[in-house]
């Protein structure tokens, strides 16, 4: 069985002190691909290190974090163009529209989301969404963006059911992770409608840990949790969530 975790913040300090533990743990677990999501340019050699170590399991993302949209972005954008120029990524990400922290640049947000999805098609990749609390303002942009060149995953899906239909028709898979356990997470209610094609695992770790592990430190062997889950919802084998998932994974990410 092999579990994919498409999106996963390995490099971060929280796992500083037992990485290869951790990472040793999930592959123990089933789980061998790792996609890294990008945050900005301060994280960019930790990335690579994590690539160095780990090379037939980790695969790496560029992109500028929404969150991480500030006065200099001009200059974090122009660092996402001179890494893809320089090397193999497998991804856009992670890029979209933020509200829940700061408003203050939604304008910079909707421009530097826009220019990385341009970025994505002009490379054939594809990209990974954060969208939170801008369902709306993330939509236009996609909208704005629709055509054949246009994939990727909306990551940590939280939305309803028409908004999943929305994104699917923008040629997006559903980032399905922790949030999937929560006894308020609420898209456990309506995922068995969306067809399995359209599902890709992931834990966001070190970020929302799924139950038993609500609140605590998240990671990669947590996503066999989430195909757990997702196996109760869908009626289905443990085993078939995996093929399944690891295939959509393969056709975002063409590895
Ligand atoms: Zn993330």
Redesign the pocket.
């Known amino acids: 069985m092999i579990l994919t975790d498409t ?3 390995l490099y971060s300090e929280e796992f500083d002190q037992d990485r290869h533990q951790v990472i040793q743990k999930a592959i123990d677990a089933g789980v061998s691909r790792f996609f890294i ?1 990008s ?1 900005d340019s301060s994280y960019t050699s930790k990335m690579y290190d994590l690539e160095s170590q780990f090379p037939e399991n980790i695969f790496l993302m560029m992109g500028l ?1 929404p969150t991480y949209v500030k006065e200099n972005y001009l200059d974090e954008l122009a660092h996402v163009e001179a890494e893809l120029e320089k090397r193999k990524f497998y991804a856009i ?2 890029i979209g529209i933020d509200l829940f922290w700061d408003k203050t640049f939604l304008k910079q947000q909707q421009h530097a989301f826009k220019q990385q999805i341009q970025l994505a098609k002009k490379y054939n990749l594809g990209i ?1 969404i ?1 969208c939170r609390d801008a369902f709306d303002e993330t939509f236009e942009v996609l909208e704005s963006e629709k055509d054949e060149k246009l994939f990727g995953i909306f ?2 899906f939280t939305g309803n059911l028409e908004q999943a239909n929305q994104a699917i028709s923008l040629g997006m898979k559903l980032g399905i992770g922790g949030v999937s356990t929560f006894k308020n997470g609420k898209i456990d209610q309506f995922l068995n409608q969306i067809d399995l094609q359209h599902i890709v695992l992931e834990t ?1 770790s070190p ?1 929302l840990a799924p139950v038993p592990f609500r609140g605590k430190r998240n990671e990669s062997s947590y996503t066999l949790l989430v195909a757990q889950k997702l196996a109760e919802i869908y009626n289905v084998s443990v085993e078939e969530i995996a093929k399944i998932t690891t295939e959509n994974s393969k056709a975002v990410f063409g590895i």
């Open positions: 999106h996963t913040h999501p945050i974090h990400g992670e990974n954060h990551h940590c966001d970020y």
